[in-house]
């Protein structure tokens, strides 16, 4: 009899365990930029707001550039759930479908507005092909416009000729050899050491990229022609979601939402603050001749048409809707 109030205090202590226990996930998140990224600070913020909004319930465990995962292989393990969630290029899986490829239409959308709205006009296409694939659309936020760096000045196309170029995507490589420069596919981690050893002397890409992988340090020129602004997208496998209870999904979304809402402010902001810290460091930032500028806005509608071919009806009602 003197031992039931301690037999029901260590019950109840032990119930107590196995609720918060059973309930509590722990989920992995890949990403493929590096820690200092503005996007990787933005997915940190992120699932820093689930953790505290769930108390704990849902804690995710970020691993930035490509540690725990490839670049290029986040997309499938959130797919097979070998993760829970992931971050990916979206330009970067082109060659599965060309609604990857839109917002890397060269000189399409070339500023962050432009950008939003095609996004806007994109979404319901864009989640429904990604729900086809297991994968549920959390938010999306673009890079800065892509602009050309390059160790030796380039004043006119010819000038690219020849030049080894780092591409992250279908696009970036098409657009590399349409300038005559010959491609090389490199990640973004990879990029100073592609350069120091001679592997590339060219790439397309964002301030941000450029001052992540201190471009100084191998290259002198940049050439600001804001030819496009991929984008990233932060995904969750369908049965993982499927498998949290309803707050949490709440959770989740609201933590979504106002991440992609700061992740486009911090796009914008990151523009103008990595091109001044580029001239710090002694790049010389031009917009580019008029006559380079007249010659990557050929290859855009080149590459223009060739996206229209491949996406046929559905792409050519983003289009019409766009540029309406
Ligand atoms: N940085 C990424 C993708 C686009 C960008 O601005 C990269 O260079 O890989």
């Known amino acids: 009899m003197t031992l039931k109030p301690l037999t029901l205090a260590i019950a109840a202590t032990a119930s107590i365990f196995t609720v918060t226990t059973a309930h509590a996930e722990n989920w992995r998140m890949a990403t493929p930029y590096p820690e200092q990224n503005f996007h990787?600070?933005?997915?940190?913020?992120?699932?820093?707001?689930?953790?505290?909004?769930?108390?704990?319930k849902l804690d995710i465990t970020v691993h930035p550039g490509g540690s725990l995962i490839k670049p290029m292989e986040i997309k499938n393990a959130a797919r097979s759930r070998q993760i829970e969630m992931g971050e990916f290029i979206l330009s970067g899986m082109a060659?599965?479908?060309?609604?990857?490829?839109?917002?890397?239409?060269?000189?399409?959308?070339?500023?962050?507005?432009?950008?939003?709205?095609?996004?806007q006009i994109s979404k319901p296409s864009l989640e429904q092909l990604l729900e086809k694939q297991n994968?549920?659309?959390?938010?999306?936020?673009?890079?800065?416009?892509?602009?050309?760096?390059?160790?030796?000045?380039?004043?006119?196309?010819?000038?690219?000729?020849?030049?080894?170029?780092r591409a992250y995507s279908p696009q970036t490589e098409r657009l590399a050899q349409l300038s005559g420069a010959i491609p090389t596919q490199i990640e973004a981690t990879d990029v100073a050491q592609a350069f120091s050893t001679g592997r590339?002397?060219?790439?397309?890409?964002?301030?941000?990229?450029?001052?992540?992988?201190?471009?100084?340090?191998?290259?002198?020129?940049?050439?600001?022609?804001?030819?496009?602004?991929?984008?990233?997208?932060?995904?969750?496998?369908?049965?993982?979601?499927?498998?949290?209870?309803?707050?949490?999904?709440?959770?989740?979304?609201?933590?979504?939402?106002k991440a992609e809402e700061r992740g486009w402010e911090m796009s914008k902001e990151d523009m103008v603050k990595q091109n001044q810290t580029l001239v710090d460091n002694g790049i010389e930032l031009s917009?580019?001749?008029?006559?380079?500028?007249?010659?990557?806005?050929?290859?855009?509608?080149?590459?223009?048409?060739?996206?229209?071919?491949?996406?046929?009806?559905?792409?050519e009602a983003i289009i019409a809707k766009f540029n309406k």
């Open 200 to 257: 590339v002397n060219a790439m397309i890409t964002s301030s941000s990229t450029g001052v992540n992988s201190a471009a100084w340090d191998f290259l002198k020129y940049y050439y600001d022609v804001q030819a496009f602004l991929p984008k990233n997208a932060v995904v969750v496998n369908k049965r993982s979601w499927d498998g949290l209870d309803e707050a949490t999904q709440k959770a989740v979304l609201d933590a979504a939402a």
């Open 40 to 56: 990787t600070q933005n997915i940190k913020q992120f699932v820093a707001d689930i953790k505290e909004a769930t108390q704990g």
């Open 95 to 119: 060659n599965e479908h060309p609604l990857f490829a839109l917002d890397s239409v060269p000189f399409l959308a070339t500023s962050h507005d432009a950008s939003w709205k095609l996004y």
């Open 135 to 165: 994968l549920k659309l959390l938010y999306s936020v673009a890079w800065p416009p892509q602009g050309m760096y390059t160790t030796t000045p380039v004043s006119k196309i010819e000038d690219l000729s020849g030049m080894r170029m």
């Open 287 to 315: 917009p580019g001749s008029e006559e380079l500028r007249q010659s990557l806005r050929k290859i855009g509608e080149q590459m223009a048409a060739e996206w229209s071919k491949q996406a046929g009806a559905e792409g």
